[in-house]
């Protein structure tokens, strides 16, 4: 007689056992329940949201166990560890169990939380795996000894060559010389900037800040870096060297051209004297990572255009909204703020409190674009857009419907006036 799992593979189960399937309802063995609602929740359009659903609701125990077993189901595995699914309680079970391969530990390990990189660095077997250091290394939340813990053990127990490995490095040698110098100059350009802007920002304008927000920075203190819409979001896919669309046999050669260029930087620092040693520079995720929160704040007001456009979506609303009274903030981050989806609605009330933003037609029609702009605040800004703006937002099924129609009354009202004439 065929399971439950392999009707509904096969379409052959009523719709009403379907929904009953999506709920977790059926009598099932536990690991066929679970191996029913993720692929309900995979491959199925109907079915999938309420799936997905009951699985983030799903008996811990139960998940626990199955997270633990090396004979459930490759495809639950997967939907487990994915950055979207994991539940903190089962990453130790999973980091252990044999069934989950390195490659899918280092597609998670890549965008990892803090707390999920403090359970890694805790794994013995992430631990003794290169392949999974070496991705979790670019991991923009990392810390500095975390950074030099996963240095050390990769130092220590490297993976022995083979002939081929040893070709590659060595053919991808000369590559990673010639990259080192445009890298090196990429950085102090980008120091030189950041120093620049930082420079004219007096120390009085953090103090009021902190002194005016006191009793919010008090309650938010312990709160670190989490950017609205989470980290990927963040940086963008393309920032991972790892994803689904990604074969590991594309990672690894990525990671021998890492090899070659740690290889040729290990050169140039033994030719030079100990004292002449560069200070370790850290791109500005983990610079912000690890500060709290009056440090983003100073950071907020003092730093750059980069860091700015990062602390704009820190969760903290106090931060984001520092970076809004930064004395070095362009009208073009500000558009750009304007129409983001991934910031706290706070950030977008605030702006059109600021006149100087307000004179700007194009943060008033970026505003009014957004879907995430609350509503109250949307309409009561669309009475400022030109005709063809009203227009476009009339058709943009982005925005809420009580948007649209109100655009399409007014166009139509522009419409009427300008005939008149």
């Not at 709920?23 to 949201?49: C, Q």
């Not at 539940?87 to 980091?95: C, G, I, K, Q, S």
Request: hydrophobic residues 45%; neutral net charge.
């Amino acid at each position: 007689m065929p399971r439950t799992i392999d009707l509904i593979r096969a379409s052959k189960l009523p719709s009403n056992m379907m929904q009953f399937a999506a709920k977790g309802a059926l009598s099932v063995p536990p690991e066929e329940a679970i191996e029913i609602l993720v692929y309900l929740a995979r491959h199925n359009k109907v079915f999938g949201d309420l799936a997905r659903i009951t699985l983030a609701g799903w008996d811990e125990k139960a998940s626990l166990a199955a997270a633990s077993d090396p004979k459930t189901a490759r495809e639950v595995l997967d939907y487990m560890v994915a950055p979207d699914n994991l539940r903190p309680r089962l990453l130790p079970a999973l980091l252990a169990n044999p069934s989950v391969p390195d490659d899918q530990l280092a597609k998670f390990a890549i965008s990892a939380s803090p707390e999920a990189i403090a359970t890694m660095m805790a794994s013995p077997r992430v631990r003794a795996s290169p392949e999974v250091l070496k991705t979790l290394r670019s991991n923009p939340y990392l810390k500095t000894d975390q950074s030099s813990a996963i240095t050390n053990l990769l130092n220590t127990s490297p993976p022995p060559p083979s002939s081929g490995d040893a070709e590659a490095v060595s053919g991808s040698a000369p590559v990673a010389d010639k990259a080192i110098a445009p890298q090196a100059a990429l950085a102090a350009d980008a120091s030189s900037v950041a120093a620049g802007e930082e420079g004219d920002v007096p120390d009085e304008t953090v103090s009021a800040y902190l002194a005016e927000n006191a009793a919010e920075i008090a309650t938010a203190q312990d709160k670190p870096f989490q950017p609205v819409g989470g980290i990927v979001d963040l940086l963008g896919s393309d920032y991972f060297p790892v994803s689904e669309n990604k074969a590991m046999s594309e990672i690894a050669g990525s990671a021998e051209i890492v090899a070659a260029e740690a290889a040729g930087a290990a050169a140039v620092a033994r030719a030079k004297p100990a004292d002449a040693q560069p200070a370790h520079r850290d791109n500005a995720v983990q610079k912000i990572n690890r500060l709290d929160i009056k440090g983003r704040i100073q950071l907020a007001l003092k730093g750059n255009k980069e860091e700015r456009s990062l602390l704009i979506r820190d969760g903290t609303k106090v931060v984001a909204l520092a970076v809004l009274e930064a004395p070095k903030l362009s009208d073009g981050e500000v558009e750009k703020f304007a129409l983001q989806k991934n910031v706290l609605e706070a950030v977008l009330r605030q702006i059109p409190l600021k006149r100087r933003f307000m004179k700007n037609y194009i943060v008033v029609r970026n505003l009014v674009s957004n879907p995430r702009t609350p509503l109250d605040l949307g309409l009561g800004l669309m009475k400022h857009l030109q005709t063809q703006d009203l227009k476009n937002i009339s058709a943009n099924k982005e925005v809420s419907e009580t948007v649209r129609k109100l655009a399409s009354k007014m166009y139509k009202q522009k419409l009427d006036s300008a005939n008149k004439k």
